[in-house]
Structure formats: C-alpha cells, structure tokens
C-alpha cells in the first residue's frame, strides 16, 4: 500500500479528476434504478410455497385482489346502492382488472321453465324503499357467501377486485385508490389488499429516501463541524460519503437490481458507515500536523500508518454484511452485496481522494502549533484513569448487564406482519384493521386440487371432499369466509330441486332422481313418472353445462380451470400473524394428511408466503450471525498474525448482540425481515472499533507496561472511536424517522449496537488486557 500511497501523494489532481469523472458517469446511470416494493418477490423461486403460488398464477387468470370497503350509517338505501353501483360498473372497465365481485353485481342463481337462470342482481339501482326492500331479501337469501361483501354489522359494503395476472399490481391498485379518494360518496371508504400494502410500501419507501438521507447527511456535517471545526475536515469526509453512495446506486442501476424494501435503507446504512474512516484519517493528520514540515511528508507518514486499520476495518465491515447473503431471500441478500461494494468503495476514496485533496491543501496553521487539549480528549484521560484504577469493579458491572440482557432473551417475538410495519393512524393500517375487523378477511390461503386428467374436479367424490374441507377451513378462527366449486355446485342442485334444503349438497357418486316418460298402455301413450339412476359426475356436468349457458363462461374461472382437471378453495383470513397462520396451516396440513392423502392438494397463497418468509428470517439471523462472526475472526487474525487476538476482537461484538437481543425482549420488538439485519450489521460495523483499539494497543504496549498502553490507546484511539461510534449511531438513528416501524426499530437497535460495541471496545478489551495480559499483545511475528 505504500507504492499506491506515494503515487496519489504524487499525482494529486489525476487522482480527485479520475474519481469525479467516474462519480459523474454513475450519478447519470442513477436515472435507470427501479423500485420493488413487494416483498414477496423477493423469496427465492425454487421453495414450496413460491413454485406453488407461480403456480397458481399460470393455472387462474386472477393471483391478487383489492378490497374496497364502503361504510356508512345507511348502507342500504337508494343513495348508498347508487354509489355502490357506480363503483362497480368503473371497476369492471378498468383493463388491469379480471373481474369485479360487490353487492351490486354478484350472480344469482334460480330455477327457470328452461332449468337454470342466472344474472347479476342488479341491472340498475332501486330508487325507492320498495326496491331496496326487494333487493336486500335477494342479496341475503341467494346462498351466496356475503362475508367479504357486507360486514357483520351490516355498515359496510364491501367490492373485492380481482387483478388480472400480466399486470403490475401496484399499479393498478393505484388507479382504483385515486379513483376512491377522489369520487364524494355519500359514505366513507377504506381501501385494502397486498397490491394496496405494497404500494403504500413504495411510497413509504419514497418519503424515507427524500427525508431520512438529507437528515443523515446534515447530522454529519454537524458532527464533523463539532469535530474539526474546519472546511476541510467537513468537505473530505462528506464527499467520500456523496461519492460513494452514488458510485453504489449507479451500479446497482447498471445491474438492473432495484431498491427494494431492503435496499431502500442502504444510502442511509452507507452514508453512517463511509464517513468513519475519514473521521480516523483526518483525526490522525491534525495530530500529527506539527510534526512534519510539508504537506507530502505530513499525508505519506499518516496513511503509512493508517492503510492496514482503514483496509482491515473496511473489509470486516463489508464481510459482515456480505454474510447477509446467506439469507435466501433476494433483497436482503442484495443489501449484503451493494452495502459491501459501497463500504469497498469509501475504503478506496479515504484512501485516495482525502489525502490527493489534502496534498492540495495548505496544513492549517493552528495546528502545526500545540493546540490546547480539547474537552473529549480531558474527559477519556479521565475515563482511562478511573479504568485502570476500577477494572474490577468495570468488569463486574459489565457481567451484571449481560446477565440482565440474557433474561430478555425468552421475550423476543419472531413477527413477520406486514400490517405492523405501518404505525398505528397511517392510512394502509386503518384500512386493514377495518376491513378485516368486520369483513372475511384480504390475507388468503388456497388450497389446490390438481387431477391428473380433464373433468377430475367434477367427480362427486372430490368434489364432495372440497366442500367438507371448505366447511372445516370455515369453522376455524381468523378464517371469515371461503370459496370455491362446491358453493356454486351446491346451489345450483338446491334451485334446481325448488329450492328445498335437503339438496344444498354436492351430488353423491350415484344419484336417484324421478322422471317422466312416455308408455305404450291399451293402445295409448300415457305419461308415467319412473325413477332412474344417474352418475354424480354426470349431474355435476349437467350443472355446470347450464351455468356456462346461463353466466358467463369465465365466472368460474378464478376457481376451476378450463379442463375442470384444477381447482381451489380460498379461505379469507383476517389476521395475518405468524400465530395465526402458523396455526391454521398446521390446522390445515392436518386434516389434509388424514382425510386426503389419496388427492394430491397443495396449501399456497398470501398466508404461505408469510409464512415462508418467517422460516427464512429465523434461518438467515442465525446462519448470518455464524458465517459474519467466522468472516470477520479470520479476517482480523491475518490482520493481527494471531487467532487469538483475532477472537479477542469479537468479544465486542458478543456483548453488542447480547445486549441488543436482550433489549429486543425486553422491550417487545419482533424479530423480523428488517430487524433480522442488524446483528450482521452491528457485527460488520462493530468490528472496526474493536481493531482500531487493539492495533493501536499492540502498538503502545512496546514503549510500557499494559496499565501504560492503556491510558495511550484510550488517549490516541479513544476519541475517534467515540466519534466515530456517536457519528456511525446517530446516523443509523435517523432510521427511526422512518415511515415503517420495522425500520425505526432497527435504526435504534443498530444505534444501540454501535455504542455498545464501540463501549466493549474501550472497556471490555482493556479490562480482559489489564486482568489477562495477553502474551501475544506484545510479539510482533503474532505467534499463537
């Protein structure tokens, strides 16, 4: 690194030119970054519950829905059905949207003179009491299930929008809310729906990008002004901050990777972290800003000193995120590579356009005289003082706060609900919490019955078992309403047998029903009634021949497929925690394992890729954890030529996700996608607190005795690792600005993670050093 050194010393203006030049070239590729905010796109595509919903998409024209809540104190009168009306007729003509299911539309079935009629119940709005009389007895006597439509107490209307499957949902869902918010219904309105969460998700994401970096970006320039208190020790830092960030964009554009609910936070995560080894850098050039004559000597000696620190920091550092790859979902792995690649890049511009600037720069001359000694430095002499004369009683303090902080441990929640990432009062939460307070339910489970050949579905059997498994998913709670088949099959045999209950039944395998034929007797054709025999399978097409005729053909589409070989129930869920839905799928797998085990049905939907995204959570935190704690072991042994030292190093970062867990518990934060990334983070950043000391340590221990090399490390490393650790925290606190409780829980718990390993840094090492006194501290071939 020397070589690289004396040549940017030499060619200061080739230097700052080449970077800006390149700096320019990825700011303008910035233009072509896309945004993903759904988070379910990024599960890998070879899991179960994955195949099995793109499945699904590619067997039914319609995967996602909207769900319009319509609430007033007069649901049913004129005025009320109208806007119902209005809304429905827009919806349907919408060309992103499949098909549209509300009060005002829905199919009724009933026997004619021909066998089977069937219409929408409405063709217009009733406009007097007396037709709304007769329309509410319709709607509540059709058999049709309700629950997602009218609300249990009767005050809401609810339009369930079926989008079509080669369109981008967000955008459609987008559409559908400008048109809500925007028409004067005699009521209020609720939108809900994933499409709907998820595009709430990218304008959260928008407004987190447009406020918090600007914020992160003003809190450093405060902090390096308290610092430095000069133009150049804001403007050097803050560019590689600016450089690097864009360089991190631009290529991310240019790979086509988009910002995602993961990445969307990585311009703040960088800017915390790029601006640390500027802050060590220039923190050095001031103290040894009158030692040296010249500006070249001054630069040369400062970074001879610091390459191996800045490039050892930097690489434990993206190592450590670079461990998020081992988490199978795609967007946090992308943080984990992008993150990586702009911490590699701030190690490259503090190693090259801060000192090609300062060859450029005049060395103040405040500081080539003895400058007072500042406040933070009088107060870690102090703090080195009372160590070396209290590490016992430091010692059995820090034991007393681990001991606290395992306690928490049992309380932490794995929570993975896309619903409480909103705070309580944002308009996507209230709309949730409505809607499935008093409708069905917008998280949905399907459950698939895939034949091996055409009509498989209309065989009474199986038929027979979707309606007893429909009726099991209905009685379970949190499951509001579901559909399928059956409901249609079962309706159509009970009008067709003038209305009598007894047949609101599937067929059975053999059906005995009565005739009328014509019979030769004395000479005459004389009608007798006869009784004859007909296969279930057969009845069951017959219905379904009639419908076709009578509906629509593709009525049915969104539950059979065209062969009648595929077909679904979807059960409606109005809570999506992992309790929930842990409880229902195992509910589920249940009773399928033991009244089906001879059909082959498969569990998909919203409710499987939530739960499939809390199994990957758990697996990713802990398998993160493991590969960033050897990662940055093996990394800091080369460094220091000693694995012992190199263990000694993640002693920090230990008790920085002891106490960050414990925190978790007892403070009722979930373990989820977003909080899950912070131990493998504060592992990454962490680390560089832990090497800073233990370099400088080795370093001081060869002029004294280990109470000695003590105090100088506190005194020479001690305030950049403070500063550095208050800059790098602050700035991940800006975090809790977020629009998204998941990120303002992480902003915090990294915030916390960065004072307590930089604490373990200054306390932790030098009290285990001053009780232990580690051989290898003093060897300089770092024997083992």
Do not use: C
């Amino acid at each position: 690194m020397k070589k690289f050194t004396d040549w940017v010393v030499s060619n200061p203006l080739k230097t700052i030119i080449s970077i800006s030049l390149l700096t320019i070239f990825f700011a303008y590729s910035i233009k072509d970054i896309k945004v993903d905010p759904d988070i379910t796109s990024s599960l890998p595509k070879n899991i179960p519950a994955k195949l099995l919903y793109d499945k699904m998409n590619k067997i039914f024209p319609s995967r996602d829905f909207v769900l319009i809540a319509y609430e007033t104190d007069s649901l049913f009168t004129p005025k009320s059905i109208a806007d119902i009306f209005k809304l429905t007729k827009y919806l349907e003509k919408i060309p992103s949207v499949y098909s549209v299911m509300s009060p005002t539309n829905i199919k009724v079935i009933k026997g004619s003179e021909e066998g089977l009629e069937v219409k929408e119940i409405l063709a217009k709005p009733p406009t007097n009491a007396a037709e709304v009389s007769a329309y509410k007895h319709i709607l509540f006597h059709s058999d049709f299930p309700t629950e997602n439509i009218i609300s249990k107490d009767g005050r809401m209307a609810g339009v369930m929008v079926f989008l079509k499957n080669n369109i981008k949902p967000e955008d459609a869902s987008k559409e559908i809310l400008n048109y809500v918010n925007n028409q004067k219904f005699n009521g209020k309105n609720f939108v809900t729906g994933k499409p709907v969460l998820t595009l709430y998700l990218g304008r959260g994401m928008a407004r987190d990008m447009g406020l918090l970096f600007p914020l992160v970006l003003l809190l450093i320039i405060v902090i390096l002004w308290l610092s430095f208190k000069n133009f150049r020790g804001i403007l050097l830092p803050f560019s590689v901050v600016i450089i690097s960030v864009t360089w991190t964009i631009g290529i991310m554009a240019l790979t086509g990777t988009p910002i995602s609910h993961s990445t969307n936070m990585l311009p703040i995560l960088l800017a915390s972290i790029a601006v640390a080894d500027g802050i060590h850098i220039l923190n050095r050039y001031y103290e040894e800003a009158r030692s040296y004559p010249t500006s070249k000597e001054l630069i040369r000696n400062v970074m001879y000193e610091l390459n191996g620190p800045v490039i050892i920091t930097s690489v434990t550092t993206a190592f450590g995120f670079l461990a998020l790859n081992t988490s199978q979902i795609g967007s946090v792995g992308d943080l984990g590579i992008y993150t990586s690649v702009g911490i590699i890049s701030a190690m490259f511009f503090s190693l090259s356009f801060i000192p090609a600037s300062l060859v450029l720069m005049k060395i103040p001359k405040r500081f080539v005289v003895k400058k007072k000694t500042g406040m933070l430095t009088k107060a870690v002499n102090s703090y080195a003082n009372f160590l070396v004369n209290n590490y016992k009683l430091l010692m059995g303090l820090i034991v007393l706060i681990i001991i606290f902080s395992i306690a928490g441990f049992p309380k932490i929640v794995l929570e993975n609900n896309t619903i409480k990432n909103f705070p309580k009062g944002h308009p996507a939460r209230v709309a949730y919490e409505e809607i499935n307070k008093r409708f069905g339910g917008t998280t949905f489970l399907s459950v698939m019955f895939e034949g091996d050949s055409a009509n498989y579905i209309k065989q009474s059997a199986v038929l027979g078992k979707m309606d007893k498994l429909e009726t099991f998913l209905k009685s379970r709670d949190n499951v509001g309403s579901a559909l399928s088949l059956a409901d249609y099959v079962k309706r159509i045999n009970k009008v067709l047998h003038a209305e009598n209950p007894a047949y609101d039944v599937v067929p059975a395998d053999t059906v005995e029903d009565t005739g009328v034929d014509y019979v030769l007797e004395n000479g005459k054709w004389v009608e007798k009634e006869i009784k004859f025999k007909i296969s279930g399978e057969q009845v069951i097409s017959q219905y379904l021949q009639l419908y076709e005729m009578s509906g629509k053909p593709d009525d049915l589409a969104n539950l059979v497929d065209y062969d009648y070989q595929n077909a679904r129930i979807t059960a409606f869920i109005n809570d999506e925690s992992s309790e929930t839905l842990t409880r229902l799928d195992s509910e589920t797998r249940s009773y399928i394992k033991k009244y089906l085990k001879d059909n082959n049905v498969e569990l998909t939907g919203t409710s499987e890729l939530f739960l499939a995204i809390n199994n990957l959570v758990v697996e990713g935190q802990f398998l993160s954890i493991i590969v960033s704690l050897i990662l940055v072991s093996i990394v800091t042994s080369i460094l220091f030529k000693s694995i012992k030292l190199g263990l000694y190093s993640t002693i920090p970062l230990f008790f920085a996700m002891i106490f960050n867990f414990g925190y978790m518990g007892w403070a009722g934060i979930d373990l989820n996608i977003v909080t899950m990334l912070t131990s493998s983070i504060a592992i990454g950043v962490g680390v560089d607190y832990a090497v800073h000391y233990v370099y400088r340590h080795r370093i001081e221990l060869k002029h004294g005795n280990q109470e000695t090399a003590v105090k100088n490390t506190l005194r020479i490393a001690g305030v950049p690792i403070i500063i550095n650790a208050v800059t790098v925290g602050l700035g991940f606190l800006i975090l809790i600005f977020s629009t998204f409780t998941g990120v303002r829980h992480m902003g915090l718990l990294i915030a916390i993670a960065m004072f307590t390993s930089s604490f373990g840094a200054i306390a932790i090492l030098p009290v285990l050093f001053l009780n232990i006194n580690p051989k290898m501290l003093k060897t300089n071939n770092g024997k083992k």
